[in-house]
């Protein structure tokens, strides 16, 4: 038996009870999307730089190398969604953290990468490890 693929309320529900900030959410997908750009024909400077960000240790080491490599590269729907989003210039960031249920339902490895973090609650019906 499978199980039920998760929901956007699953997800956001997931999110209030262990408070997960906007800047941990918008983090993750943007490794996904920084993922689905080296996956693309780069010049070598382009993937070096794109190699260094995801390098970067976080400001306040919430951020593992396992938790890194747990994410996914992101699809095409996911792709779209944070290419007009990203659109909106400074606003873009608060516009996918909001909407960080939609990028996890399209990509579980994102919460899969964020219940990696220590004291994580887990609900039964958004695990995806």
């Known amino acids: 038996m499978s199980a039920a693929p998760i929901t956007n309320a699953d997800v956001d529900a997931w999110c209030r009870t262990n408070c997960i900030p906007p800047g941990y959410k918008y983090g ?5 999307f920084t993922k689905r750009l080296l996956a693309a024909d780069r010049p070598p400077r382009e ?3 794109f ?27 996911g792709f779209k969604l944070a290419a007009e989003a990203l659109k909106l210039g400074d606003k873009g960031l608060d516009v996918i ?13 994102l919460l899969a990468s964020l219940q ?3 004291g994580m609650k887990t609900a039964a019906s958004v695990e995806v490890l």
């Open 28 to 32: 993750i997908i943007l490794i996904s």
């Open 47 to 49: 993937r070096l730089e």
């Open 51 to 77: 190699l260094e960000y995801l390098n970067e240790p976080s400001a306040d080491h919430w951020l593992s190398t396992n938790m890194i490599a747990t994410v996914a590269a992101m699809d095409d729907d």
């Open 97 to 109: 953290a909001k909407h960080f249920p939609t990028f996890a339902v399209l990509n579980p490895s």
């Open 116 to 118: 990696m973090m220590p």
